[in-house]
């Protein structure tokens, strides 16, 4: 199967790049399935249910959040509703579930949304609750398996390859909204430390960068804001998948008003 995943899509800019690109892309590169995060596709801030129809409709197959899953209240029915995760090593009895299936013709996929700690809601740990989780579905017969790893720190992302390259399909990192440069296929595990975010790139990740400014230059504080006009930017994950390992990566960036877009081999190993 070919799978995409997409990182944080901020606030509206992002949702109209999702909208310009993915069905489009999904033709282009005949890919079956497409995982995003919406964490902060509604203002910045949550996923209403009104912009997850929209980014379903937009041809996004599973939504994955972080800590911002939790801004917008409305989105606690729609995790019985809707194929939308929270990450899975927050404590029993918390709304929504960590773990989502996918199907393409006879295959299935699993896609495991986590969260990392430094800097983050205190969670189980991530590390035992991902290795417990993988060993269940590999029990179970699951051999496509995607991550979005939602961590702050590039340390715990890495970390994280290096447990469970070769036991899951991909690892995606998400949360810093800056993509990073290390996309790799090692034991057959494609991983990226973070894919970057969708929406607003001329600013501070997403958001207007007065309020930001303020709060380093003053320490007070100050509301993140969706900047009203921007210029934009996609970025993606294609994965080529077969019998749970990845045989092919690159990542797409899109950077509205360039005419060329940039495609970024993963290196082999
Ligand atoms: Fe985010
Ligand atoms: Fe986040």
Redesign the pocket.
């Known amino acids: 199967m070919k799978i995409a995943f997409i990182g944080?899509i901020v606030g509206s800019p992002g949702r109209a790049m999702i909208k310009e690109h993915v069905s489009k892309l999904k033709r282009e590169f005949s890919i079956d399935l497409v995982i995003a995060?919406g964490?902060?596709a509604s203002h910045g801030f949550g996923l209403t249910q009104k912009n997850a129809k929209e980014l379903f409709a937009s041809g996004v197959d599973m939504i994955t959040g972080?800590n911002?899953t939790w801004d917008r209240k409305e989105i606690i029915p729609l995790f019985d509703t809707m194929p939308i995760l929270r990450p899975l090593n927050y404590p029993e009895g918390v709304e929504g579930k960590g773990v989502g299936f996918l199907h393409v013709r006879d295959e299935s996929l699993a896609v495991i949304n986590a969260m990392g700690h430094f800097s983050m809601p205190m969670v189980e740990n991530p590390f035992i609750a991902l290795k417990g989780c993988v060993q269940k579905l590999r029990n179970d017969g699951i051999k496509n398996i995607l991550i979005d790893f939602h961590a702050e720190s590039t340390a715990e992302k890495r970390a994280l390859h290096m447990l469970l390259k070769g036991q899951v399909s991909a690892i995606m990192g998400?949360?810093t909204?800056i993509g990073t440069d290390d996309l790799s296929v090692q034991e057959g595990t494609c991983y990226v430390s973070d894919v970057g975010?969708s929406g607003c790139r001329d600013n501070v990740i997403g958001m207007e960068a007065q309020a930001p400014l303020k709060r380093f230059l003053t320490g007070l504080p100050a509301s993140l804001d969706v900047p009203k006009k921007c210029k934009k930017i996609f970025q993606m994950v294609v994965m080529t998948l077969e019998d749970g390992l990845c045989k092919e990566a690159f990542k797409v960036r899109i950077y509205e008003g360039a005419e060329e877009m940039f495609i970024q081999k993963a290196f082999y190993e």
């Open positions: 944080d995060n964490e902060n972080g911002h998400t949360h909204h975010m």
